[in-house]
C-alpha cells in the first residue's frame, strides 16, 4: 500500500467473500483476458474479452431503454417483437414468410397511399395499380362463364365451361 496517496498494488489473487461496492471506475486492462462473472460453482455465464470486446451471456439480455445495433445482428433462434418492426432499407428473406394473423390486414403503401391491400380473414385482395400475371391464371368458382361468341361484347354464364380469351382484356368496372 501506498501510504501518500491511499493507491494498493496487488501481485497477487485477491479474493473478496463478501459485498463489494466500487463508486468510481473499474477497469480491467490486460490483452487477452476476460472480465468474467460465474456461479458458485464455477461457471461461467458473463464475460466480457479484453482483445475485442466481445460479450458472451449464458442468460437472458433484458434492455429497458434502446439498443443500437452499428453492424450485423446475428440470431440463431427464434425472435418475438411485440411493437412496430421499422426497417429503413431493403428486407431480404431467404424462406418462406407467414403472417399468422387473424382478422388482420397486409398492406403496401407508396409513403402515403395504401396501393395494395390483402385482408388475413377473407383472402380479399385489393390493388390500386395495374396487375401483370405473365402466367396462367385460376380463378376458382362454383360456376363457370364462357363468352358468347354471338354478341361482340357479351360475357354469358353457362352450367360447364371456362374462359378462354385468345386477346387482350380490358375491364372497365369491378370483376
Excluded: C, M
Excluded at 385482395?125 to 363457370?144: K, M, P, Y
Aim: proline share 0%; net charge negative.
Amino acid at each position: 500500500e501506498d501510504y501518500d496517496n491511499g493507491n494498493t498494488v496487488i501481485e497477487g489473487t485477491v479474493d473478496i467473500q463478501l459485498e463489494t461496492t466500487v463508486t468510481d471506475n473499474l477497469i480491467v486492462q490486460a490483452d487477452n483476458k476476460k472480465f468474467e462473472i460465474k456461479t458458485a460453482g464455477g461457471t461461467s455465464v458473463f464475460d466480457v474479452d479484453t482483445d475485442n470486446g466481445n460479450i458472451h451471456t449464458d442468460g437472458t439480455l433484458d434492455v429497458d431503454a434502446g439498443v443500437t445495433f452499428n453492424s450485423t445482428l446475428d440470431v440463431d433462434g427464434k425472435v418475438t417483437l411485440n411493437d412496430e418492426l421499422d426497417v429503413d432499407l431493403d428486407a431480404v428473406f431467404h424462406d418462406d414468410i407467414t403472417l399468422d394473423t387473424n382478422s388482420k390486414f397486409f398492406t403496401i403503401t407508396n409513403g402515403s397511399v395504401q396501393t395494395f391491400r390483402v385482408a388475413s380473414a377473407t383472402g380479399n385482395t385489393d390493388i390500386e395499380g395495374t396487375f401483370n400475371n405473365l402466367g396462367l391464371a385460376t380463378f376458382e368458382t362454383t360456376t363457370n362463364i364462357a363468352v358468347d361468341t354471338t354478341a361482340d361484347d357479351a360475357i354469358t354464364k353457362t352450367g360447364e365451361g371456362a374462359v378462354d380469351i385468345d386477346g387482350g382484356l380490358n375491364v372497365d368496372k369491378d370483376t
